[in-house]
């Protein structure tokens, strides 16, 4: 299950605890104030969506029956370093990133 993502906005000076807004207060708040709090994770920042331009995603064994699998790249997500994410659609609109594809095919290869 994925939990609720939250940048962060500041930092306790006094305890070093990463502080988050709380949009129903309108005030910093410390994470270890929510009781759903778990870790904090580092993430680059996304600075662009760029879209996806034909390219297309493969898994070997993740389609039906545990055969090949091919989705569309929806978009590539570009963070602030540079690195750029493919982003996929399956047939029933649901989005997903395709880090763990087997192959990323560009526009025009079978």
């Known amino acids: 299950m994925i939990g609720r993502t939250v940048d962060v906005d500041a930092w ?19 994470v270890t104030d929510y009781p759903d709090f778990s870790h904090l994770e580092r993430a680059d920042q996304v600075v662009a969506a760029v879209p996806g331009a034909g390219w297309r995603a493969y898994w070997k064994d993740e389609g039906p029956d545990n ?13 602030a ?30």
């Open 12 to 30: 306790d000076e006094a305890t070093g605890v990463a502080l988050v807004v709380d949009p129903r207060r309108g005030v910093r708040r410390p």
């Open 67 to 79: 055969g090949p699998l091919t989705e569309q790249v929806l978009a590539w997500l570009v963070t």
């Open 81 to 110: 370093k540079g690195r750029a994410t493919p982003i996929t659609v399956d047939a029933h609109g649901h989005v997903d990133d395709a880090e763990g594809a087997d192959r990323l095919i560009p526009p025009g290869e079978g």
